[in-house]
């Protein structure tokens, strides 16, 4: 029996019946979408200028001073936030940039290049971009508000591009309308912008989005052929700047990767735009030193350069720059002009596509273990504390040998598991919604993979977008359930999945037809479910935010003001602070002062180093401190009595008794540093005190040889 071509057979199947006669979304402008793209702007325009009132509201950013207002970005964002400001303070912008790349502040006795060390391209971005501004724009436009101005204006382009990704996956814009309704009325679940503005998840989150929402628009199968490869370059530019602006874009693309191979693997994607994935594992590898060598150019010039889907030889690029990646390509590589035919084209059996499949996720999981195998030999220990938490928090490895780094990493409640309750009480109607579209489209996948192996188109066989997200969703939410604070990568893609399969108008249409229902009610109900859900987020939802929009605070911490202005006009400006890493970051902001530690918690030198001068906080000696102190150039140590004297069960002073061997010694009767300085008179040979209120005490070192 002859064998049906189903690549040139349209097939019928549960949503792709309507998918050519009724886009989701034209390319082609007309008043419909038109209108629809109205809307989205508009909302995004005004999130951004209700994210701003918002900041303004809990803060009262405009009417406190500037020591307040770079007080206020705490920890890390302060550090970010430091570099913008030095650049655009600095005599000239090259001048700043040199500073930065032999900068001798932050971690003191060291020069460190700033720009390979932190991701902090974009506040060099903002900063030469507002050097270049009008004198008359600047005296109205501070630097500080340019800086947060331009995050909210990125938050606002990110609702757009939440609105469109919706709407695509459904073919209605009332879903893009209900994404942002359910991002926007479960705000904080949804991000941490408003208390950390310059966090780097503030500028990497919007392009992630903008990212996937041009992959669902390059997966569709009616998207026009000349339109891919401007869509290739865009996803390509966005995929960079997401990857250049976050420490943990990697974790993000790595996810990505398994989605776009599971997507290959279940053959919904045709054979050109299998490209895609070149590009992407291409760009993982290289976007860390994208910036810092010249020819990597050349190799993404050449990777991008597609002429009718065929990849001009990136392959035997790839090969000089990661011989993982390279093997990788040569499993999907496609000969010029010799484009390779998909399961569907030749019509494989379905044993050929079963050994397919397997194929792909053992070379997934093999070069995986390549990786890890080639780090151990080449010993690479950069992320090291990031494997051992893993291991340990996931019980691979006995809690009673874990060490200082990983306990650190436990203490922190956003690197905890998520709670089942941030799903059921925090996400109203967003999760009801999202748990059962899930289910069946789960549902749908299956019967489509088990069709595709039988030679039947599957039920998803012309939605490799919705496929795609909702592959990609399942890995996000796996990630955000074993780390919380990912939960702000997953809630917002949740929106979209949620929203776009509710208001899918040919999930409804072929649902409701196998009840006979008549066409107008299927219209009907198709467009009064979405509405009905709206009106009960509104309902249960705006009461409680414009009493958030009247509510009016002040940012206030006047010890903390203080003690920045005592050490800008009480110390040498060449002075070296010892402290926690969170403070000393508010310190380098402040003051300008060269600080021993920081909250960029990546490299093995600096974790080893914040280690030993913690022990402020142990129960150590008084000339054994002085010794570690002295060995790191510090001028002054400035202690806090709220992590001194803490009584909770997972502590600095804990994980330190703990490395130190002092919890299980009943017979060692050292004071604990920290609170033993303030009373005992032999510190005295050592520190003095210069300054002191009620959050903060600062001994200075003194010169005395041991």
């Known amino acids: 029996m002859k064998k049906k071509n189903i690549s040139k057979t349209k097939p019928t199947t549960l949503l792709s019946e309507y998918s050519y006669k009724e886009s989701a979304l034209n390319l082609a402008p007309n008043i419909f979408s038109i209108v629809g793209l109205l809307v989205a702007f508009y909302i995004g325009y005004w999130y951004a200028g209700y994210s701003k009132q918002l900041h303004e509201n809990e803060m009262w950013f405009s009417n406190i001073q500037q020591v307040e207002r770079e007080i206020s970005f705490r920890t890390e964002s302060g550090l970010y936030f430091s570099y913008y400001k030095q650049l655009v303070l600095a005599p000239t912008l090259l001048k700043g940039i040199h500073s930065l790349i032999n900068d001798n502040l932050t971690e003191h006795l060291l020069t460190i290049n700033i720009l390979e060390r932190f991701n902090i391209y974009q506040e060099v971005l903002l900063a030469a971009i507002y050097r270049i501004l009008p004198s008359s724009i600047q005296k109205n436009w501070e630097y500080v508000y340019f800086y947060i101005d331009n995050i909210f204006g990125l938050h606002g382009a990110m609702m757009v591009t939440l609105f469109i990704a919706a709407w695509l996956l459904s073919g209605s814009p009332i879903a893009g309308l209900l994404a942002n309704s359910f991002f926007i009325f479960h705000r904080p679940h949804m991000t941490r912008l408003f208390k950390t503005i310059p966090l780097r998840e503030s500028f990497s989150l919007p392009f992630i989005f903008m990212q996937i929402t041009l992959l669902t628009i390059f997966f569709r199968r009616n998207v026009r052929v000349s339109f891919e490869k401007p869509l290739l370059v865009l996803i390509s530019l966005t995929t960079f700047a997401y990857t250049i602006t976050w420490q943990f874009s990697q974790f993000v693309m790595l996810l990505q990767s398994f989605a776009l191979f599971g997507v290959y693997a279940l053959e919904f994607v045709e054979t050109r735009k299998r490209l895609l994935i070149v590009v992407n594992f291409g760009l993982e590898r290289l976007n860390p030193i994208m910036l810092k060598n010249s020819k990597v150019w050349d190799y993404f010039t050449q990777c991008t350069n597609l002429k009718s889907g065929k990849c001009n030889k990136c392959s035997t690029i790839i090969s000089n720059k990661d011989r993982n990646t390279s093997s990788m390509i040569k499993h999907l590589k496609v000969k010029h002009g010799n484009p390779l035919p998909t399961g569907k084209e030749i019509g494989e059996n379905s044993a050929t596509k079963r050994f397919k499949t397997i194929d792909t996720f053992v070379s997934l999981e093999r070069k995986a273990l390549e990786k890890i195998v080639a780090k151990k030999i080449a010993k690479v220990e950069s992320d090291t504390h990031v494997y051992k938490f893993v291991m340990t928090k996931f019980g691979y490895q006995d809690y009673s040998i874990m060490d200082f780094d990983v306990r650190l990493y436990l203490c922190n409640g956003g690197f905890d598991f998520m709670p089942f309750s941030e799903l059921t009480d925090g996400l109203v109607y967003l999760f009801p919604v999202y748990f059962i579209c899930m289910i069946i489209a789960l549902v749908c996948l299956m019967v489509s993979f088990i069709e595709s192996l039988r030679g039947a188109p599957g039920v998803l066989y012309n939605h490799p977008e919705i496929v795609f997200n909702v592959i990609l969703n399942i890995f996000y939410a796996v990630l955000a359930l074993s780390t919380q604070r990912m939960k702000f990568l997953w809630f917002p893609h949740m929106t979209v999945v949620a929203a776009g ?13 196998k009840f006979k229902v008549n066409s107008v009610f299927i219209w009907l ?28 605070f002040q940012f206030n911490d006047p010890d903390t003001v203080a003690l920045m202005n005592w050490i800008n006009t009480s110390t040498p400006p060449e002075s070296s602070f010892t402290g926690t890493m969170q403070l000393l970051a508010g310190v380098k902001l402040c003051t300008s002062r060269p600080i021993t530690n920081h909250p960029h918690y990546e490299n093995k030198f600096l974790r080893q180093r914040t280690k030993e001068l913690y022990q402020i906080y142990a129960r150590r000696t008084p000339i054994d401190v002085y010794r570690i102190l002295r060995k790191h150039g510090t001028n002054y140590i400035i202690l806090e009595n709220s992590i001194c004297y803490s009584s909770s069960s997972c502590t600095l002073t804990k994980n330190l008794d703990i490395e130190n061997g002092h919890d299980l010694n009943p017979l060692y009767k050292v004071p604990r540093f920290c609170d033993a300085i303030k009373r005992d008179s032999s510190f005295q040979r050592f520190f003095k005190e210069v300054f002191v209120n009620n959050t903060f005490y600062v001994y200075k070192l003194l010169n005395v040889d041991v």
């Open 525 to 552: 109900i198709n467009h009064s479910a979405p509405i009905i859900i709206l009106a009960l987020l509104v309902q249960k939802k705006l009461p409680g935010m414009k009493e958030e929009l009247s509510n009016l």
């Open 501 to 513: 399969l509710f208001c899918n108008k040919n999930a409804w249409k072929w649902l409701l037809e």
